[in-house]
């Protein structure tokens, strides 16, 4: 099963009878062979694809597989496809590793040629993108613009969608802000760096941090020059009573903690609120996915009970998309003038056409319809993995409130270890991470294994078998 096409200039050579006989899918053969053309070079950014027809006909395979494969590599990333220009392999940077991390860095291509199946967590199903509003809304803010909207302006960000940010957040998260206090910051990870940085110049020399989290969050804080300790965890969330005098600042993700999936209680947020007033501190929360809770009404945001003592963090990435790179810090006075002065060190100003765009949407009411039609599907997504692991993998707990883009599985003890289980799910094609990766400190723990599954990633079609993957996978745990 081979196929030669020389629409794009030159001969490629595709043969997926070796994957076949290795019990491959035709479709994740197709896709397998798609995707390592593209990383080894044969297949150039830019290039054109043959239409799903002709390829099909040269495999011998009908054109929906071909069709298919397109869809999963183009939500990938691999390819772009566009209506009336076909499809081609899409125009993204790939740079030479260092030559020591060149080995590594093999190994971490090979492993993603072999994920057929993206479960790990962080990111929307793209597919859901609202492509048609935003090009709508986008045109609508640009013809209504005024020409100095294209010019260098404040670092806090366009006017029009810190006013529409100021109204929303109050609606929906019950942020207590103004357009004066809200900067815009290309994700929240740059935001959590200006922060480090500015409280660094402050005095502040220890960042306290849940004790599993983001990792590159963690990283951002010590590049900044903090040192991280890490604060532990049970069903309330973080363990507040354990904060003293040594940090300057506690990073917190009280409505849905990542990646345990727990609510930081009532008690909790109050005492963390009360220890900033205190001893002069800082709460800084992430509210990475607040406005995803499926079976009651989402708590409101902390930074409500002390606007002076709390920095609120929200972003785009989970409700559009992470390519954007729009977020938002609503600061306290004091943090204001500091943190607007390192954004300018570090880009100036985020790009301005995207923040009007999503000032039309948001004031259109075009965004909350989309956030509404995103949280039924992620809530019919997580109800499908729950129901599935009930049937064909009982003996697997999902924990964790029901809300946000992913659920954590934890294994009864004595079950396969999770390095060995993360192992096997490479070998079937699943890409995952295990919580083990999410802590804050290296120290080695004997918990029964625990896998974070984002079932929102894979797109619509691609989402039942990744299900059914990961079943098999554990039912064998």
Known sequence: MTSSWTSFGGDLHLDLTERRAAGTGLRAALEDALREAVQDGRLA???RLPSSRALGEDLGIARNTVVEAYGQLTAEGWLDSRQGSGTTVARRAVPEAPAHGRRAGAREAARRRTARHDLMSGRPDLSLFPRSAWLAAARRALATAPHDALDYGSPL?????????????????????????????????????????????????????????????????????????????????????RLDTRPGAVLLTPAHQFPSGAVLSAERRAEAVRWARELDRY?????????FRYDRQPLGAMQALDPERVVYAGTAAKSLAPGLRLAWLALPDALVEPVARLKVLADTMSPVLDQLTLAELITSGTYDRHVRRCRLHYRRRRDHLVAALAEHAPHVRVTGIA????????????????????????????????????RATSNATDAPPSLVIGYATPPEHAFPAAVQALCELLRRA
């Not at 357009?179 to 409280?199: E, F, K, N, R, Y």
């Not at 709460?283 to 406005?291: H, L, P």
């Not at 809300?403 to 995952?432: D, F, K, M, N, W």
């Open 45 to 47: 950014p830019g290039t």
């Open 157 to 241: 960000g366009r006017i029009e969608l810190r006013q529409a940010l100021t109204h929303y957040l109050a609606r929906v998260r019950g942020v207590r802000t103004d357009p004066d206090h809200l900067l815009i910051c290309t994700g929240v990870t740059q935001g959590l760096g200006l922060l480090s940085t500015a409280l660094r110049e402050r005095g502040t020399r220890t960042l306290a941090v849940e004790e599993y989290g983001l990792p590159p969050q963690h990283a951002v804080a010590r590049a900044a020059g903090l040192t991280t300790i890490p604060l532990p965890l049970d069903e309330e969330g973080a363990r507040v009573d």
């Open 283 to 291: 709460v800084i929360e992430d509210d990475y996915d607040g406005e």
């Open 403 to 438: 809300a946000g883009l992913h659920v954590v599985l934890r294994l009864p003890p004595g079950s396969t270890p999770e390095a060995e289980l993360l192992t096997r799910a490479r070998a079937a094609g699943i890409s995952l991470n295990g919580l083990s990766w999410h």
